[in-house]
């Protein structure tokens, strides 16, 4: 066999020599006698083989990067190694599959073993349940094996020992009875049933099999099910699935706390929740021949009872620890689709009936201090008792469609308030309704942001917050709608006051009331202002009252002030306009929010010879005409007021 050291050393000489040709007869005749030594093969082991092989790869790539660029020699060179390199692998093949057929036939002669001394003990539970215990665990270990035949036989072997195991451990015992627990022989009863938790059922089988323990104590109950409600009899009525859910549940109630008693931690760690679930396994016998044969408005009504029955059994029992069978048939595909489909009509025919109600608009007290529809807290109603109805089942699928759900419900509420606000006007009581029902909703979803049941459901639909993507809907209709009224009453302000804005401040008599061309687009303002304040909610009526404010006073006020020219009289008529006007908003905020225009206004209006006073030494000294503006406790920029006094034509 070609080694490192052989090739190592043609290399070498090679490097030293000018005659290639005359180095690779050299290798050639190394090879030669390599060749004479691959009957060594067959002595080593696997990974000797593969140690050889990776020592073999490493020199010919050091081989290949003195013969570089020499093609003739590469092509030599890889005709030179591919025999041994192939004898190699044949071997390591060979080998790994005599490996593989030397284990096959130990597990073979593994079970054949087992199965001699399983029956050599005549069925005997204690001296059969190690041999048993310990196929069990191979089965387990070998799950992840791709001899599929060699699993199958260990599972037969396994299923048949158990099997025997079964029979043999429950005719040891008599028929239990739970009046047993009562009796003298209880210490011989509890005896048995702990033998019968040991034989644990075959792993990963596929089976269905429950623990022994488990069977043997629900074997009574078992036939008392089937009695009442699984026989032609007055107890079995398809219609009243209440019946047996309740008496599982009482039988839930009353025999754990029989089995804490008596069997103390080994029932509470092993085997509680195998009782429950189990118990439950009946009503899934019941239901799953029943569920084909009910109508839509029985099937409405095995889910109202099945979600009752589940919130009882969490007051008992946790529903995170167990396996609920009734919940797996009803999230099974179809059934799962029927039950979404009839929760989706019921939810929105409630929805259209709250809609179409004459009493829809009707006032009701938010706990924000402001109004609401009734429409809105029927709708939010309908979408916290949509969700309260699976919250208790720890079925993250579940939940994620009744979230769904909820979504639909809050959506389809948003387009009905769209399409209402289109037929109202900014001044309708109603409008302002919508309003704050919409502040209402976006308030209410921000507490549900805290509810862990929310939170992890909203995780699971990729939102940072509970119904993110409906708040935001939410939000670019409330902000429309706070501009459609803004820009409504602001409209109508000015077209009342587009007389005014045209007046002459010049020629202007003396008077001490508000300008005739102003008062009509005042009384508007304080009307609207009054409306706005007596129904919206405090944080709207706020931001609207302050951008409207705002807005008069910079389009109207200011711009009057800034290209007109005034009197004295016309300059004080101003004032009065401008204290007239700000006065409505003083009733919802403090003097200082005007304070730049009132400012304005009283340098405007300033007396004729204190104005020239101070627009004679200000043009020369803006610090005196500072020293003047603090003594007459104006807070303006020097600047400013001169601009402002320029507009004065008789200083």
């Given at each position: 066999?070609?080694?490192?050291?052989?090739?190592?050393?043609?290399?070498?000489?090679?490097?030293?020599?000018s005659?290639?040709?005359?180095?690779?007869?050299?290798?050639?005749?190394?090879?030669?006698?390599?060749?004479?030594?691959?009957?060594?093969?067959s002595?080593?082991?696997?990974?000797?083989?593969?140690?050889?092989?990776?020592?073999?790869?490493?020199?010919?790539?050091?081989?290949?990067?003195?013969?570089?660029?020499?093609?003739?020699?590469?092509?030599?060179?890889?005709?030179?190694?591919?025999?041994?390199?192939?004898?190699?692998?044949?071997?390591?093949?060979?080998?790994?599959?005599?490996?593989?057929?030397?284990?096959?036939?130990?597990?073979?002669?593994?079970?054949?073993?087992?199965?001699?001394?399983?029956?050599?003990?005549?069925?005997?539970?204690?001296?059969?349940?190690?041999?048993?215990?310990?196929?069990?665990?191979?089965?387990?270990?070998?799950?992840?094996?791709?001899?599929?035949?060699?699993?199958?036989?260990?599972?037969?072997?396994?299923?048949?020992?158990?099997?025997?195991?079964?029979?043999?451990?429950l005719?040891?015992?008599?028929?239990?009875?739970?009046k047993?627990?009562?009796?003298?022989?209880?210490?011989?009863?509890?005896?048995?049933?702990?033998?019968?938790?040991?034989?644990?059922?075959?792993?990963?089988?596929?089976?269905?099999?429950?623990?022994?323990?488990?069977?043997?104590?629900?074997?009574?109950?078992?036939?008392?099910?089937?009695?009442?409600?699984?026989?032609?009899?007055?107890?079995?009525?398809?219609?009243k699935?209440?019946?047996?859910?309740?008496?599982?549940?009482?039988?839930?109630?009353?025999?754990?706390?029989?089995f804490?008693?008596?069997?103390?931690?080994l029932?509470?760690?092993?085997?509680?929740s195998?009782?429950?679930?189990?118990?439950?396994?009946?009503?899934?016998?019941?239901?799953?021949?029943?569920l084909?044969?009910?109508?839509?408005?029985?099937?409405?009504?095995?889910?109202?009872?099945?979600?009752?029955f589940?919130?009882?059994?969490?007051?008992?029992?946790?529903?995170?620890?167990?396996?609920?069978p009734?919940?797996?048939?009803?999230?099974?595909?179809?059934?799962?689709?029927?039950?979404?489909?009839?929760?989706?009509?019921?939810?929105?025919?409630?929805?259209?009936?709250?809609?179409?109600d004459?009493?829809?608009?009707?006032?009701?007290?938010?706990?924000?201090?402001?109004?609401?529809?009734?429409?809105t807290?029927?709708?939010?109603?309908?979408?916290?008792?949509?969700?309260?109805r699976?919250?208790?089942?720890?079925?993250?699928?579940?939940?994620?469609?009744?979230?769904?759900?909820?979504?639909?419900?809050?959506?389809?509420?948003?387009?009905?308030?769209?399409?209402?606000?289109?037929?109202?006007?900014?001044?309708?009581?109603?409008?302002?309704?919508?309003?704050?029902?919409?502040?209402?909703?976006?308030?209410?979803?921000?507490?549900?942001?805290?509810?862990?049941?929310?939170?992890?459901?909203?995780?699971?639909?990729?939102?940072?917050?509970?119904?993110?993507?409906?708040?935001?809907?939410?939000k670019?209709?409330?902000?429309?709608?706070?501009?459609?009224?803004?820009?409504?009453?602001?409209t109508?302000?000015?077209?009342?006051?587009?007389?005014?804005?045209?007046?002459?401040?010049?020629?202007?008599?003396?008077?001490?009331?508000?300008?005739?061309?102003?008062?009509?687009?005042?009384?508007i303002?304080?009307?609207?202002?009054?409306?706005?304040?007596?129904?919206?909610?405090?944080?709207?009526?706020l931001?609207?009252?302050?951008?409207?404010?705002?807005?008069i006073?910079?389009?109207?006020?200011?711009?009057?002030?800034?290209?007109?020219?005034f009197?004295?009289?016309?300059?004080?008529?101003?004032?009065?306009?401008?204290?007239?006007?700000?006065?409505?908003?003083?009733?919802?905020?403090?003097p200082?929010?005007?304070?730049?225009?009132?400012?304005?206004?009283?340098?405007?209006?300033?007396?004729?010879?204190?104005?020239?006073?101070?627009?004679?030494?200000?043009?020369?000294?803006?610090s005196?005409?500072?020293?003047?503006m603090?003594?007459?406790?104006?807070?303006?920029?020097?600047?400013?007021?001169?601009?402002?006094?320029?507009r004065r034509?008789?200083?």
């Amino acid at each position: 066999m070609i080694d490192e050291n052989d090739i190592t050393a043609c290399i070498n000489q090679l490097k030293s020599l000018s005659d290639i040709p005359e180095s690779l007869q050299f290798f050639h005749g190394e090879y030669e006698q390599a060749k004479a030594k691959l009957n060594v093969v067959s002595t080593e082991t696997a990974e000797e083989h593969r140690s050889r092989k990776v020592r073999l790869q490493k020199t010919i790539r050091e081989a290949k990067k003195v013969f570089r660029g020499n093609d003739d020699v590469l092509a030599k060179l890889a005709e030179i190694v591919k025999p041994p390199t192939a004898t190699i692998n044949d071997c390591l093949v060979a080998m790994n599959d005599a490996s593989k057929l030397a284990s096959y036939l130990k597990w073979l002669a593994y079970l054949n073993e087992s199965h001699g001394v399983f029956d050599r003990q005549n069925g005997d539970v204690e001296r059969c349940l190690p041999t048993y215990d310990e196929l069990n665990c191979y089965c387990s270990w070998m799950e992840d094996s791709r001899c599929e035949n060699l699993k199958k036989i260990m599972k037969e072997e396994c299923r048949r020992q158990y099997n025997i195991l079964r029979t043999n451990a429950l005719k040891q015992g008599n028929p239990f009875k739970w009046k047993d627990f009562d009796t003298p022989t209880v210490d011989k009863t509890k005896a048995h049933i702990k033998s019968l938790f040991e034989i644990s059922e075959p792993l990963n089988h596929g089976e269905s099999n429950i623990n022994l323990g488990i069977e043997y104590l629900l074997s009574p109950l078992k036939v008392q099910f089937k009695f009442h409600f699984m026989r032609k009899v007055k107890t079995n009525d398809i219609k009243k699935p209440e019946w047996y859910l309740t008496k599982i549940l009482s039988w839930i109630k009353e025999y754990q706390g029989v089995f804490e008693d008596v069997f103390g931690k080994l029932f509470l760690e092993t085997s509680s929740s195998l009782f429950v679930e189990q118990l439950c396994e009946f009503a899934v016998l019941k239901m799953r021949d029943d569920l084909g044969k009910i109508d839509d408005t029985l099937f409405t009504h095995y889910v109202d009872e099945i979600l009752k029955f589940h919130k009882e059994l969490n007051e008992v029992t946790d529903l995170t620890q167990i396996r609920l069978p009734l919940m797996e048939l009803f999230t099974r595909e179809l059934t799962l689709k029927r039950w979404l489909q009839l929760e989706t009509i019921s939810a929105f025919e409630f929805l259209t009936n709250i809609q179409s109600d004459n009493d829809k608009f009707d006032r009701r007290d938010s706990s924000y201090n402001y109004e609401i529809p009734l429409m809105t807290v029927r709708m939010l109603t309908l979408v916290k008792a949509t969700g309260e109805r699976v919250r208790s089942i720890p079925s993250s699928a579940l939940n994620n469609c009744f979230y769904t759900l909820q979504a639909d419900i809050l959506k389809e509420h948003l387009i009905f308030l769209t399409e209402s606000v289109k037929k109202l006007g900014y001044n309708d009581e109603k409008y302002l309704l919508v309003i704050n029902s919409v502040v209402y909703v976006l308030m209410v979803i921000e507490e549900w942001s805290f509810d862990t049941h929310f939170i992890k459901i909203s995780r699971f639909e990729e939102e940072e917050v509970p119904f993110g993507k409906i708040t935001e809907l939410y939000k670019v209709f409330l902000a429309d709608c706070r501009y459609s009224i803004q820009t409504s009453l602001l409209t109508k302000v000015n077209n009342k006051l587009s007389s005014y804005l045209k007046q002459s401040w010049v020629i202007h008599r003396k008077t001490d009331s508000i300008s005739a061309s102003a008062s009509e687009g005042l009384m508007i303002l304080q009307q609207a202002l009054s409306l706005f304040n007596n129904n919206l909610s405090p944080d709207i009526f706020l931001e609207l009252w302050s951008s409207s404010a705002k807005e008069i006073l910079e389009r109207i006020f200011e711009k009057i002030l800034f290209q007109s020219n005034f009197n004295y009289n016309g300059a004080v008529q101003y004032k009065v306009d401008i204290l007239a006007f700000t006065g409505i908003f003083q009733e919802y905020c403090s003097p200082a929010f005007f304070s730049r225009i009132h400012t304005m206004a009283q340098v405007i209006s300033l007396p004729s010879e204190t104005a020239r006073l101070w627009k004679g030494e200000g043009a020369h000294d803006l610090s005196t005409l500072q020293v003047l503006m603090k003594e007459g406790n104006v807070n303006l920029k020097s600047p400013d007021a001169l601009n402002i006094l320029k507009r004065r034509s008789d200083i």
